[in-house]
């Protein structure tokens, strides 16, 4: 199997699949996300390509799904799936008007523990896919097969195509020409020249007085019985953020990756101690973050957002992490190994 098939999900909707009296469900182009995951569609006359990555708890660190997958039917409301590495019947997705739903019986495309079930909600307008310029002459369609088979149609230099561009840019990435039919397929990644959607003016950051309370070095605390430990993994970091005042920021160690954000927003929570945050990545939106106070004394608080403390919640503040016992992974191969 290919890179590019390795990296995203293509979902071939074939005309003649539809269920008879069903009709498409109007075009859902775009890319949704949720806690756990980011569904993507490029909706074509002729197909639809679908990317889905998702990631869930999986003991104590994370899994992930990434799928190759065909739609074998469709109706109104359900796409059946089917893929190399999952078996017939096993993955679904329902359509609905306000959202949409992945679901099935441990796929082969997930890690062990998937629960089986992503929602995607459709209240709010998806983001809309890049807008890239072709810079070949002569640049064809590809298939979602194993071999990427060449198709006819194609796009010459200097057409305008949307395409969905995954974070590990693979060799093929799903795209559509709009002409007197939209065609949907795979184009060469490095033939496109793209921009993202026109980001909204940057939202001002917050002052740096207001963020004095939250200012400092925080870590993540995994809960052990009754109690709390520091958890270290074998081959990742410990989780943990730390709020810098002077120009608003937070830099967040995730485990084996990190990322920082402005903090462009600071309201009073519900609570003594409590705040609702707004976190803004440079050229992304914001990411409503809740901030609770669960024991003062010991400098326990709690995070919850829809993705960035979407699988850790429990911080310590790192002036009283001495309190509590660092427990470090088990079986961790050593380099010498």
């Known amino acids: ?63 992930t799904c990434e799928c190759t997958l065909v739609v074998k039917s469709k109706t109104a409301t359900r796409w059946t799936l089917a893929g190399p590495d999952l078996a017939p019947g096993k993955l679904s997705l329902d359509v609905a008007p306000g959202r949409f739903v992945l679901a099935g019986a441990n796929p ?11 929602e995607f909600s459709r209240a709010q307008a998806a983001t ?16 979602t097969d194993e071999g990427n088979t060449q198709r006819k149609a194609y796009v010459v230099q200097g057409d305008t195509v ?26 060469q990644r490095t033939q496109l020249e793209c921009t993202a959607a026109p980001a909204a003016a ?8 207001q963020l004095q309370p939250l200012a400092g070095k925080w870590v993540e605390l995994t809960k052990k019985g009754k109690g709390y430990v520091i958890y270290k993994p074998c081959a ?32 009073p929570g519900a609570g003594t101690g409590a705040y609702v945050l707004e976190l803004t990545p440079e050229g992304g939106q914001g990411e409503q973050v809740e901030w609770k106070v ?18 850790s919640h429990t911080y310590v503040r790192d002036a009283k992490k001495g309190a509590f016992r660092v427990e470090a992974e088990k079986n961790c191969e050593s380099e010498h190994d």
């Not at 197909?47 to 990631?55: A, K, M, N, P």
């Not at 953020?241 to 920082?260: H, K, N, W």
């Not at 669960?294 to 699988?311: H, N």
């Open 294 to 311: 669960t024991d003062a004394a010991k400098g326990i608080v709690s995070l919850t957002s829809p993705e960035l403390f979407s699988q």
């Open 1 to 63: 199997m290919g890179n590019a098939m390795r990296h995203w999900m293509g979902i071939v909707v074939g005309m003649g699949a539809l269920a008879a009296g069903a009709q498409p469900a109007g075009d859902a182009t775009g890319v949704y996300k949720t806690a756990g995951g980011k569904l993507a569609i490029v909706q074509g006359d002729n197909e639809t390509l679908v990317h889905y990555q998702g990631s869930f708890p999986q003991g104590d660190s994370a899994g």
């Open 162 to 187: 949307e395409a969905y561009i995954p974070a590990t840019e693979p060799d093929l990435v799903p795209a559509r020409f709009k002409g007197k039919k939209t065609t949907a397929g795979l184009l």
């Open 128 to 143: 809309p896919p890049a807008s890239c310029k072709v810079s070949a002459p002569r640049v064809y369609f590809q298939a």
């Open 202 to 209: 940057a939202p001002p950051a917050v002052k740096a007085e």
């Open 236 to 267: 990742a970091e410990t989780r943990a953020f730390t709020i810098q005042p002077d120009g608003a920021r937070m830099e967040i160690q995730l485990g084996q990756e990190s990322t920082s954000a402005r903090v462009t927003k600071l309201q």
């Open 108 to 118: 082969g495309c997930c890690g062990a523990g998937w629960p089986g079930r992503e």
